[in-house]
């Protein structure tokens, strides 16, 4: 009796060496597997880097994103808003005081711009974070796997890509009503991946042909560490060109929206602005077109940086396009 | 009998790309008809029944006949099981009903498909081949003399026109030579005051159009200039354009047979896609321009919360956009030997 | 001169202009070309056969330009100044006198068209298509000369033939005109050992048979060998040497061409034989001051390092540019 005891207590001290032994094993192997795609990552972060700097366009471009993301991180602490409305201030013309005039209530416009820019911004960065995690995903599995799920996935994002985007936004909309930006971000990425799925996959693709994934694989290193190590430094800067024309494009379908009225937004959002003077009949007083002229100005600059920064990007890392 | 059926045979396997396009829409389509069957059923159950005790009061019918009358109208059957009622509305889809405003009884949405896509289509359709024209060319022309001052100053007017989202430029267009200047209407499609001269009717619609068609076109363009200018310098690079002209053949032959003909190759497939995007109009457009399209037209419902007549709109507007996918793959396939046997 | 010769590059110099600096792919090259006969242009890859020879059909890709000197070929009226041709006697010119097999052959078949419209239109522009019958009968002839099925290929479009096929496609090609000079730039790299002996045995039939000339341009000694009845050296944009072929292998006199010629594996050397042109491949950008084989040459001089050599008659129809056997004279 006593024997059978302490075989089955040693039998499962065994089982937790074993276990024990395999997690070490598997926390070494994943460890080293991170600090290789640290690594590689940083390598070609730092590549990526002296890329841009070499273009001219994408630099230009790197520089008005750059002051965007500080505006949107700092703006607030260095011009503080205001939100005080005073009807006697409705339409002020540009002065010292108010470097852009105020709104139809009153409101220092380049600090509501500044204001906004937060809240612009992170519609932009939300939605482009869903779409390019979900594309490049949806992308590496449809890529990889193939077979019957590269079949099905390719049939779902067709079926997306063949959906009419702004309608379905807008029966969206009589459903669920968008409160937040993480909502309104959500639900605009849901029809922006499939393309970036198909182009991240056709990539994979012509990747998994070339030698040194093959050789990866006849060696037998694992398929999650080829992934990370190998296929997706390799197509970052693509992944970086989308990441940047997602935003670009998450601005201008959340500022649509905004001009539909479907989606709620904070006052200060630019396009909230346009709306707001618009509405209130902007064209008619001349000196409330600048309400609606300056929310377009910062609107085409991001966009203008946006553009240079990704055709820098594309221009750079695509040889056939590389001038001679 | 044998031989007609290994002709038969070897008929399908030869164009099995189109086969396999075609049953690849046929599915798209069904599940988009399955997507717009969801948004019903998810409706309340009794809108049905509402819409039946309105008929019942008008018509002065036994409810049982008005009920009728109403899935007939609706395409929709709350009380049915969940494929039997998918039945009757694909069957209600099949006789060509769309979908019945649930609010007024002469509005459907082929009613409003009738009345607001001509508008869409006039804009949207002389802006698009404005664009198409202006834009191919210039691409090309830049193509030709990559890293001149033409293709310098296109591509900066290019990147400033792609940073304004179309309808922002709308808006100031719309500011500038609608309100501060007053050159052109600010809303509307047509003067109501010359209906009935058809003359001054005709210029009243151009007049109240081109402020969008310009604007369309000017967002347009860029897009075109791009997608013509990859196309032909991919093309210009290639090894056969240079041996066509060491083979001795006539340039503008060369220019029509060998440029042209496969630079424009890719760019069908957008135009034929584009084409069926602009029977969905733009909604955010047409609410600037106030101009009664389609898309404006689908806010409008949507705003009513008018769930039939929406899921016919929507219904409409996405067949039309798979067809094109369709129609388009083909063209690709007729056009270029290489996709066929894919 | 035009009997015996069929075309010739006189102190022909070709820069590739470009905004900041120029490269000189082609150095003062002379050359006469022998009619009938095939003429092997031999080097390393960069050292500007293509872009000679692509002279005799203003083809040289932009934006390379002769600066200097004159490719003349000599036609049934007499001489031709080549880069002097323009419009429709340029384009009567190519193809009809002067064809070309491309290096890249794979992807100079306009993909959209079939082997057959291609064909029809090259002969119909060139006004060489009396009636349909015969132009059938000619395409059947020529697809014969290659081995090539021509009801298997003639309604093909490209991307349906192989690698091997297309080649022989732009062979037929090549001779669809009946021109007096072909030039076969790298004819069989694309292709696996088998086709190379076979296609080679065919061009080397078509000569003789239909006297052409052809312009064989490659890196493979074991083929020039077997095939060339001429060749001429070439090394950084300048020719080495140049001589029949039974000269240049037999006497091996240029350190260059004892190089290519030690640097191929042969079944009747053992390998230990083999060695390799010791350094790297000359840098068109920055070339050395003298013979630009100098520093790689096992016996390069004081003077070979200060004064370029020039191409010289060593023996008659020897040429050779080395100042080994320049005799004295600078």
Request: proline share 4%; glycine share 8%; charged share 15%.
């Amino acid at each position: 009796m006593k024997e059978r005891f302490v075989g089955i207590f040693k039998a499962i001290g065994r089982f937790f060496v074993k276990l024990g032994n395999a997690i070490k094993r598997g926390v070494v192997c994943a460890a080293r597997a991170t600090g290789r795609f640290l690594a590689n990552f940083w390598r070609s972060f730092r590549a990526f880097c002296g890329m841009i700097y070499s273009n001219k366009k994408a630099f230009a471009g790197a520089i008005i994103l750059i002051l965007f993301a500080f505006l949107a991180i700092f703006g607030r602490l260095i011009f503080p808003y205001d939100d005080k409305t005073s009807f006697a201030d409705m339409y002020l013309k540009p002065s010292g005081e108010h470097w852009l005039g105020t709104d139809g209530m009153g409101r220092d416009l380049f600090d509501m711009i500044i204001h906004g820019t937060q809240d612009v911004m992170s519609i932009a960065i939300f939605t482009a974070f869903f779409t390019v995690g979900f594309g490049v995903l949806m992308g590496i599995i449809s890529g990889y796997a193939g077979g019957w799920t590269d079949r099905i996935i390719g049939l779902i994002s067709n079926v997306f890509m063949s959906l009419p985007q702004f309608p379905i936004l807008l029966i969206l909309s009589m459903f669920i009503t968008i409160r937040d930006n993480f909502t309104l971000a959500l639900i605009l990425s849901v029809f922006s991946w499939p393309g970036l799925a198909r182009s991240v996959r056709s990539q994979i693709m012509s990747l998994k042909e070339r030698d040194f994934i093959q050789i990866c694989s006849v060696m037998g290193v694992g398929r999650v560490h080829i992934i990370f190590t190998e296929l997706l430094p390799n197509i970052m800067s693509f992944v970086a060109i989308n990441f940047i024309s997602s935003m670009k494009n998450a601005i201008t379908a959340s500022v649509g929206m905004m001009t539909l009225g479907i989606a709620l937004f904070e006052p200060t959002n630019w396009g909230a602005i346009i709306v707001s003077a618009r509405n209130s009949g902007a064209f008619a007083i001349p000196a409330a077109r600048l309400c609606i002229i300056a929310p377009v100005v910062a609107i085409m600059l991001f966009q203008i940086g946006a553009i240079l920064f990704s055709n820098g990007l594309d221009e750079a890392f695509n040889p056939r396009l590389r001038k001679n | 009998m044998s031989e007609f059926w290994s002709k038969t045979r070897r008929f399908f396997y030869k164009t099995k790309y189109f086969w396999v396009k075609l049953l690849v829409t046929l599915l798209t389509m069904l599940i988009v008809a399955v997507l717009s069957f969801v948004l019903i059923k998810s409706l309340p159950g009794d809108v049905v029944h509402q819409y039946a005790l309105n008929l019942q009061n008008t018509l002065k019918v036994p409810y049982e006949e008005a009920y009728a009358t109403a899935v007939r109208m609706l395409n929709y059957d709350p009380e049915q099981n969940i494929f039997s009622a998918f039945m009757t509305y694909l069957g209600g889809l099949f006789r060509g009903n769309l979908g019945q405003s649930i609010y007024l009884e002469d509005v459907t949405a082929n009613s409003i498909i009738a009345d607001y896509l001509p508008w869409t289509l006039l804009v949207s359709s002389v802006s698009l081949l404005l664009s198409f024209v202006i834009g191919t060319m210039m691409g090309v022309r830049m193509a030709r003399k990559r890293n001149g001052a033409t293709d310098t100053v296109c591509t900066g007017v290019i990147t400033v026109t792609g940073a304004v989202p179309d309808y922002l430029l709308g808006v100031i267009l719309l500011m500038v030579f609608g309100s501060v200047l007053g050159i052109f209407p600010t809303y509307g499609a047509y003067d109501l005051a010359t209906v009935g001269h058809p003359w001054e009717y005709f210029v009243s619609i151009l007049h109240h159009a081109a402020l969008p068609i310009i604007t369309y076109t000017i967002a347009q363009v860029g897009g075109w200039a791009l997608m013509a200018k990859g196309s032909a310098v991919a093309v210009l690079g290639d090894d056969y354009v240079n041996a066509a002209v060491l083979r001795g053949l006539p340039p503008r032959l060369i220019e029509r047979r060998y440029l042209k003909r496969n630079a424009m190759l890719p760019l069908v497939t957008s135009l034929v896609i584009s084409l069926a995007y602009l029977f969905g109009g733009s909604a955010v457009m047409e609410s600037v321009f106030a101009y009664p399209g389609i898309g404006r037209a689908f806010t409008t419902y949507i705003g009513k919360r008018d769930y039939f007549v929406v899921q016919g709109l929507f219904l409409f507007l996405s067949f039309f956009i798979i067809l094109a996918n369709l129609v388009a793959d083909f063209l690709c396939g007729l056009l270029d030997p290489r996709v066929r046997e894919r | 001169m035009g009997q015996d010769f069929i075309a010739s590059f006189r102190n022909m110099t070709i820069d590739y202009v470009m905004k900041k600096t120029s490269l000189r792919a082609v150095n003062d090259l002379s050359l006469d070309i022998h009619r009938g006969g095939i003429t092997a242009f031999v080097g390393e890859s960069g050292s500007g056969k293509t872009t000679a020879v692509s002279a005799l059909l203003q083809g040289i890709s932009s934006p390379g330009k002769i600066v200097e000197g004159k490719v003349i070929y000599y036609g049934d009226e007499g001489e031709v100044d080549v880069a002097a041709l323009k419009g429709e006697a340029l384009r009567r010119y190519r193809w009809e006198q002067v064809s070309m097999v491309f290096q890249a052959s794979q992807s100079t078949l306009n993909p959209l068209m079939t082997i057959y419209d291609q064909f029809y239109e090259t002969a119909y522009y060139h006004g060489a298509v009396r009636s349909k019958e015969a132009f059938n009968k000619r395409l059947e002839e020529l697809f014969d000369m290659v081995k090539l099925d021509v009801n298997r290929v003639r309604k093909a479009y490209p991307h349906q033939m192989s690698g091997g096929m297309k080649q022989r496609v732009m062979i037929a090609f090549a001779l669809l005109l009946e021109p007096k000079l072909v030039i076969l730039d790298e004819p069989t790299t694309a292709l696996d050992v088998i086709t190379q002996k076979y296609i080679f045995n065919q061009l080397m039939e078509i000569n003789k048979r239909l006297n052409v000339t052809f312009l064989l341009l490659t890196h493979d000694i074991g083929i020039v060998a077997k095939a060339a009845d001429y060749v001429a050296v070439m090394y950084a944009g300048s020719i080495m040497e140049y001589a029949d072929v039974y000269t240049l292998f037999g006497k091996k006199l240029h350190p260059y061409t004892r190089g290519l010629i030690n640097s191929t594996p042969s079944i009747i050397r053992s390998a230990s034989e083999i060695s390799p042109i010791p350094g790297m491949p000359p840098d068109i950008r920055n070339l050395p001051e003298g013979c630009p084989f100098g520093p790689r040459c096992p016996s390069c001089s004081e003077r070979c390092r200060a004064e370029k050599p020039q191409l010289k008659e060593y023996a008659p129809g020897h040429w050779i540019a080395c100042h080994l056997y320049g005799g004295e004279e600078a």
